[in-house]
C-alpha cells in the first residue's frame, strides 16, 4: 500500500509526537510504501537522515505535484489535528478524493478541548468538524482516548496504542539505587495537562504529615508559559526544597543516564492520549507512580508494574507513600514494568496498523 503520512511538527524534546510519529511512521515503512511530508522545515539529523523524510526544503507540498511527481497515495495519514490550518493545500488534499485517517493525538478528548474552549468551538464550527467527519476513520491511542472524545467526531474509528523501543542493555534493578528513592518526571512541565498543580498540592500533603518517608522528586522538562519559575516560586513558599527539583530538559544520552539512575517514575496527568514518557520509563524498568489520566494506569495495575490513583492530591500523596515504602517488592515491579514495554513494541504495533489501514481502504 502507498501511504502518505502528512505532519506539521517541530522538533520538540518533550513533545510524544517529536518521537512516536518518525517511530511510527520507520516502523510501517518495513510493511508498505510511505512518504512523510513534515510542513515544518525541520534541520535534526534524526529526521532529515530517514529516507522518506520530505520537508520545505525538498519541495512545496501540493497534492496534485505529489501525485505527479511521486505516486497517488492508497491512504493519507494526518499525524495530528489543529495543527493543520484550512488552507488551500489542505483544502486540495481533502478535495482529492484520497481516503484518510486522522490520529489526533488527544485533541479530540474533553480535557483538551476545554483548552482555549472558545476558540476551538469557533474553529470546530468553521472548519475542523468537517475535518473530522470526512476522515474514513479516526486513530485513536487508547479506549479511554476513544471515549474522552465522545461520539460527535466521527463514527468510524480504531484504536492502537504508541510503542517504545526498548534500550540495548537494560538496568538490572534490585532496590533503591541509595537509601532515599530518586523519582523522576521527563516531560513538558505543563501543569494542568500534566497535573503538576496538583502534584504540589500532595507534596504539600506529604510535607504535614509526621514520620512521612524520605524521597527526592526531579522534575526534568521545558517549560511551557513560565510553568517552571512559578512551580520553583512554589517550592520557595511551601518549604519543599529538600523533596523537590525543577531541572533543565534533558535529551539523549543524559535522558538516558537520568532514567538509568532513576527508582522511579511519575506520571500525574489530567489526560494523556498515549504517554510517550511513561512507556520509555517502563523500558527502562522503572516502576511508575501514575494516575489515571495517563490512559495507562489499567496497564500499570495489571501487570503490577507500579501504583495507580485518581487525579487528585490525597491519592497522590498515598500513591507516592505506598510507592517508597515498596523496597521489598521493587525487584517484582521492575520486571513488570519492562514486561509492559514490551507489549508495546514498534513492529507489532505496525503490523495491526497496517491491517487497520487495509479496512479502511478496502471500505473506501
Not at 478524493?97 to 490520529?103: D, K, T
Not at 489499567?298 to 490525597?314: M, N, S
Request: charged share 25%; glycine share 6%.
Amino acid at each position: 500500500m502507498k501511504i502518505l503520512f502528512l505532519s506539521n511538527l517541530e522538533y520538540e524534546g518533550f513533545a510524544g509526537p517529536t518521537y512516536c510519529v518518525p517511530a511510527l511512521i520507520s516502523a510501517v515503512s518495513k510493511i508498505d510504501n510511505v512518504i512523510w511530508y513534515n510542513f515544518q522545515n525541520v534541520t535534526r539529523e534524526e529526521w532529515r537522515t530517514l529516507p522518506f523524510y520530505r520537508d520545505p526544503s525538498d519541495f512545496a507540498f501540493g497534492i496534485k505535484t505529489f501525485c505527479r511527481n511521486y505516486w497517488r497515495p492508497d491512504l493519507i495519514v494526518f499525524e495530528g489535528f489543529y495543527a493543520f490550518h484550512p488552507n488551500a493545500t489542505l483544502l486540495h488534499v481533502l478535495s482529492s478524493g484520497i481516503p484518510y485517517v486522522i490520529e489526533p493525538h488527544c485533541a479530540l478528548t474533553t480535557g483538551d478541548q476545554g483548552k482555549k474552549a472558545l476558540k476551538k468551538r469557533v474553529c470546530n464550527a468553521l472548519f475542523y468538524t468537517h475535518f473530522a467527519r470526512g476522515a474514513a476513520a479516526i486513530h485513536y491511542l487508547t479506549k479511554k482516548e476513544r471515549d474522552e472524545s465522545g461520539q460527535r467526531w466521527n463514527s468510524s474509528f480504531f484504536i492502537e496504542p504508541n510503542g517504545i523501543a526498548v534500550p540495548d542493555e537494560i538496568p538490572n534493578r534490585e532496590t533503591w539505587h541509595g537509601d532515599t528513592p530518586e523519582i523522576v518526571f521527563v516531560g513538558r512541565i505543563e501543569p494542568y495537562q500534566k497535573g503538576l498543580d496538583i502534584l504540589f498540592d500532595a507534596l504539600e500533603l506529604i510535607k504535614s504529615r509526621s514520620g512521612a518517608l524520605r524521597f527526592h522528586l526531579s522534575i526534568y522538562g521545558n517549560s511551557v508559559d513560565g510553568s517552571a519559575e512559578k512551580l520553583k516560586k512554589r517550592i520557595e513558599l511551601e518549604g519543599l526544597a529538600k523533596m523537590v527539583s525543577i531541572c533543565e530538559p534533558v535529551f539523549d544520552e543524559r535522558k538516558d543516564a537520568v532514567l538509568r539512575s532513576a527508582d522511579l517514575f511519575l506520571l500525574t496527568s489530567r489526560y494523556e492520549g498515549m504517554p510517550m514518557g511513561l512507556l520509555e520509563a517502563c523500558a527502562y524498568g522503572l516502576p511508575s507512580i501514575v494516575t489515571t489520566g495517563t490512559n495507562m494506569g489499567d496497564v500499570i495495575q495489571d501487570e503490577g508494574a507500579g501504583w495507580v490513583c485518581p487525579v487528585a492530591a490525597l491519592s497522590i500523596a498515598d500513591a507516592i507513600e505506598r510507592a517508597v515504602a515498596s523496597a521489598d517488592d521493587y525487584s517484582f515491579r521492575s520486571a513488570a514494568a519492562r514486561h509492559v514495554a514490551e507489549r508495546f513494541s514498534w513492529q507489532a504495533i505496525a503490523t495491526s496498523i497496517h491491517n487497520d489501514y487495509c479496512k479502511v481502504v478496502a471500505c473506501e
